[in-house]
């Protein structure tokens, strides 16, 4: 026992020792004027906030409130290098937090005071928390692009950044345009849809113009040729005026033609007959519709003959296998389509009850 107690009294004198050596050589190093301080790289993370050298520490979380402090639903984040505090505006806003800060148009409800310019109503915010003024009452002049406008005849730009927002510089008008599913870049009419006939019937045709007064794209160019179907004459809205202008009837478009004497008229140059033909005899030939469907575009060589542009007979025309006078030696048009018909070079009786009977083409 004695000899255990004699080995403790020597441990303990010796931690004494240290301890009043440690004393003496911080004492002595205060006084030679070598001040003990922590390396900020060196404490910094060490999960021990000190205050006088750090406005946080990254493992401490003692500062993950600075944020909510200030209104914002999010944690604060502290810089591991530095340990500086980062709780600024800037630092703390996040779209979907529902305070709309720092470079937010909004978020959520907190739309920062706007409302629709024609003060009914309010715009709604997305999901990127920019404004929405879609279900706004459209107010045309205010240079706000909203409810079934197309465009602000007023706004103009020569970059994005002069347009209002939800709108991108059209540079070829120097007018801001809607942004969304219906912009395209070309402005290509089939973007959008006839504001006068009040059919969904999509255009096929054109380039839209320049920003009406009425906060739509001016029509002017737009058509619905080639969609196959022959368009009587309809109404749609022209710049700059945005007043309802009469457009006229197609004339043809694809296959489809409005009065087959236009296309008789056509095809007679282009089918030359050796002798002068019989007046019950009609012949059409391959064509196609001018951009505008307002006529039939000139063929691109008359020089090869009747062969190269489908000279036949029309349906009703005399028959040609029969030789009849007047009758030029071009296939009945239905043989065409018919290989069949072709082959056997079908007629048909003419309809009328006369005798002598009169073969024509099906």
């Known amino acids: 026992m004695l000899g255990a107690s004699t080995a ?18 911080l004492t002595a190093g205060v006084v030679s004027g070598c001040p003990l301080e922590l390396e ?16 946080c520490d990254p493992r401490d979380t003692s500062h993950l409130n600075a944020c909510r402090a200030k209104g914002w639903d999010k ?13 600024t505006e800037e630092d703390c806003a996040r ?5 709309a800060s720092h470079t937010e148009e909004c978020d959520g409800q907190d739309l920062r005071g706007t409302t629709c ?18 279900n706004c009452p459209p107010v045309c002049g ?15 730009c020569a970059v994005d950044d002069d347009c209002p927002l939800g709108t991108v510089c059209y540079q070829a008008f120097g007018q801001c345009v809607a942004v969304g599913e219906n912009f395209a870049p070309n402005l290509a009419c089939g973007a959008y849809n006839n504001k006068a006939i009040g059919v969904d019937k999509p255009y096929t045709s054109g380039t839209i113009d320049r920003c009406t007064s009425e906060c739509f794209f001016g029509r002017n160019d737009c058509g619905f040729c080639g969609d196959g179907v022959l368009d009587p004459e309809y109404k749609d809205l022209v710049f700059p005026s945005g007043e309802l202008t009469e457009f006229p009837s197609e004339k043809c478009d694809g296959q489809q033609v409005a009065d087959q004497q236009l296309l008789i008229n056509y095809c007679a140059p282009l089918c030359p ?19 505008g469907c307002s006529g039939f575009a000139p063929p691109d060589d008359i020089a090869p003959g009747p ?16 030789d009849t006078e007047g009758v030029p030696d071009f296939p009945c048009c239905s043989w065409l389509e018919n290989p069949n018909w072709l082959a056997e070079e079908k007629c048909v009786i003419q309809q009328t009850g006369a005798i002598p009977v009169v073969f024509v083409c099906p």
Request: aromatic share 6%; hydrophobic share 30%; net charge negative.
């Open 117 to 134: 310019s024609a003060g009914v109503g309010l715009p709604t915010c997305k999901s990127d928390c920019t404004l929405d003024h879609t």
């Open 8 to 25: 403790s009294a020597g441990i303990g004198l010796r931690v004494r020792r240290w301890i009043l050596t440690m004393a003496v050589g």
């Open 95 to 99: 779209c979907g937090d529902g305070v």
């Open 307 to 322: 062969d190269a542009f489908g000279c036949c007979l029309a349906k009703g025309s005399p028959c040609p296998k029969f």
């Open 40 to 55: 900020r790289d060196v404490s910094c993370g060490d999960g021990w906030w000190d205050p006088e050298f750090e406005e």
């Open 142 to 156: 205010d240079d706000v692009v909203s409810g079934v406008e197309e465009c602000e005849p007023t706004a103009s």
């Open 273 to 291: 007959s050796d002798s002068p033909i019989n007046g019950d005899v009609e012949v059409l030939c391959d064509f196609e519709c001018n951009a």
């Open 75 to 87: 944690d604060a984040v502290c810089d591991p290098v530095t340990c500086e505090l980062r709780a």
